[in-house]
């Protein structure tokens, strides 16, 4: 068995199982199963998996795509346009509250996906039957959060870079502001929050590192030595291992967190 992974035609990257005895190079457009719908993707590359695979609902590579699937592909695009149409047409007419993001049909034209966002529970049953009617296809409703609509529609972060969940991050966890807290981040929505609203994802990135870090260094208020003597810390720097100190002086000196000595343990320490 091998992992793969694919570019889907809706620019959506995923991982896949492939059989061995399929043999894809990177470039091959294959079609693969993902939650029951048929897609065509484009393998960028290749991993030999030794052993049973643990996770049996990945997607799977089924065959190499033939001239038929491309012309199917291709023709869909139109088709999609259409569904979507027909889509927001009946949102309208029962009035629902949701947001519809995107309406795709499945390679074979079986099934459609029709993404959207809700702020409370919405009654689609009436809208699914007549849109089954009418497309002739089975309908597949999917709910998505703030964090997967960002995934879903893209863009670029404040780091200058497309988001995260768009380009790789494929589960986004929750993030609480523990994680901003303890880089020592201004706690304000400009600087914690991505463009979904909610907290950045990369504020998990490096939090073992900081919580990892801080644990070396006496928080503010303890008594410590000093190559300048005795005092108290009143701000530290984990990035640098860098702590201010405050001595009986007034004076404020800064030293390496290896050049401490905590005098005496203190609540918070």
Same mark, same amino acid.
């Given at each position: 068995?091998?992992?793969?992974?694919?570019?889907?035609?809706?620019?959506?990257?995923?991982?896949?199982?492939? =059989?061995?005895?399929?043999?894809?190079?990177?470039?091959?457009?294959?079609?693969?199963?993902?939650?029951?719908?048929?897609?065509?993707?484009?393998?960028?590359? &290749?991993?030999?998996?030794?052993?049973?695979?643990?996770?049996?609902?990945? =997607?799977?590579?089924?065959?190499?795509?033939?001239?038929?699937?491309?012309?199917?592909?291709?023709?869909?695009?139109?088709?999609?346009?259409?569904?979507?149409?027909?889509?927001?047409?009946?949102?309208?007419?029962?009035?629902?509250?949701?947001?519809?993001?995107?309406?795709?049909?499945?390679?074979?034209?079986?099934? &459609?996906?029709?993404?959207?966002?809700? =702020?409370?529970?919405?009654?689609?049953?009436?809208?699914?039957?007549?849109?089954?009617?009418?497309?002739?296809?089975?309908?597949?409703?999917?709910?998505?959060?703030?964090?997967?609509?960002?995934?879903?529609?893209?863009?670029?972060?404040?780091?200058?870079?497309?988001?995260?969940?768009?380009?790789?991050?494929?589960? =986004?966890?929750?993030?609480?502001?523990?994680?901003?807290?303890?880089?020592?981040?201004? &706690?304000?929505?400009?600087?914690?929050?991505?463009?979904?609203?909610?907290?950045?994802?990369?504020?998990?990135?490096?939090?073992?590192?900081?919580?990892?870090?801080?644990?070396?260094?006496?928080?503010?208020?303890?008594?410590?030595?000093?190559?300048?003597?005795?005092?108290?810390?009143?701000?530290?720097?984990?990035?640098?291992?860098?702590?201010? &100190?405050?001595?009986?002086?007034?004076?404020?000196?800064?030293?390496?967190?290896?050049?401490?000595?905590?005098?005496?343990?203190?609540?918070?320490?």
């Amino acid at each position: 068995m091998k992992v793969v992974h694919v570019n889907t035609d809706n620019h959506k990257k995923l991982l896949c199982l492939c =059989p061995s005895e399929l043999m894809v190079r990177e470039g091959d457009l294959c079609v693969i199963e993902i939650h029951k719908m048929l897609e065509l993707a484009r393998v960028f590359c &290749i991993r030999e998996v030794e052993g049973e695979i643990a996770d049996t609902d990945m =997607p799977r590579v089924l065959r190499y795509a033939s001239e038929q699937d491309r012309a199917m592909a291709n023709e869909n695009l139109r088709m999609n346009k259409i569904a979507e149409q027909t889509c927001r047409a009946k949102v309208m007419k029962y009035n629902l509250n949701m947001n519809i993001l995107n309406v795709r049909y499945s390679l074979d034209r079986s099934t &459609i996906l029709i993404t959207f966002t809700a =702020p409370e529970y919405v009654d689609f049953k009436e809208m699914v039957k007549e849109l089954t009617a009418e497309l002739s296809a089975r309908i597949q409703m999917r709910q998505l959060g703030v964090r997967d609509e960002a995934g879903l529609l893209g863009g670029i972060g404040v780091c200058g870079r497309v988001l995260c969940c768009t380009k790789w991050l494929k589960t =986004p966890e929750a993030v609480n502001v523990k994680a901003a807290r303890v880089q020592g981040l201004v &706690i304000t929505p400009s600087a914690v929050s991505g463009l979904c609203g909610r907290l950045k994802c990369c504020l998990w990135y490096e939090y073992d590192q900081y919580e990892e870090a801080i644990k070396q260094l006496p928080v503010a208020g303890n008594r410590v030595r000093c190559p300048h003597g005795e005092g108290f810390v009143v701000a530290r720097d984990v990035l640098v291992n860098k702590l201010k &100190i405050r001595l009986p002086d007034n004076r404020e000196v800064t030293c390496g967190g290896e050049e401490i000595e905590l005098l005496e343990d203190q609540d918070g320490n």
